[in-house]
């Protein structure tokens, strides 16, 4: 019996516990970015039909942005450094549910929906997933990840020498063949997302991610709507 145990303490110390991510609805811990950044302008493509899908996303039940409060707290940094530039931040996703994921995937698995091929002109559908385009699961979900651009303090356009959810090398931050002004431009809001202490992935120049997110192993999937309610079924309000 003694054996029986002291194996079983080896076993234990040496074999790594695994545990499942969990699934939260829980939005208590999420705050709306106008709230914190008034100037910011938004252009939220999967509460429209103007995504590479061609229809809203399942779970966008209003165009409103919401991050955890830990990034936001960020993203104020890096927008008053722009604004010191003479930008403004334009969002087009920040948390994105669970289910709106889903959708993307199911949406891929339809070989009777071809979306809008503008956005993989040069990539077959099937091949989203597979070219890790499209995960199963996303960051957006774990609340602190954001999508985004600049524009002027005017509201004028800033080229970017790309577009929001293309599936291809221009996307990449590191793209050649764009002009130097526009490197100019994206280096201009990396800078500012890196020193507000966001990490950027190395095929869309628009993405980036708190570094010290605080729901690592946590997807929520709550609608992205005007009102939330967290998991003990409090109504949060969001006041305009």
Known sequence: MKKFVLSLVLCLCVTPFIFADTVSTD????QKISSRIPDAVYDMRYYSDYNFTGHRIDGYHAPVA???KEALDALVVAADDLRKQGYRILVWDTYRPQKAVTDFVNWINDPNDPGNKSFYPDIKKSDLL???YVAAKSGHSRGSTIDLT?????GSFVDMGGTFDFFGEESHPDYKKITKQQKKNRQILRDAMLKAGFKPIDSEWWHFTLKDEPYPDTYFDF???YFLQNSSGTTNSINF
């Open 27 to 30: 939005s208590s811990g999420f």
């Open 66 to 68: 919401y991050m955890t």
């Open 130 to 132: 597979a070219g890790n």
């Open 150 to 154: 600049i524009i002027k303090q005017n």
């Open 223 to 225: 609608n992205v709507e």
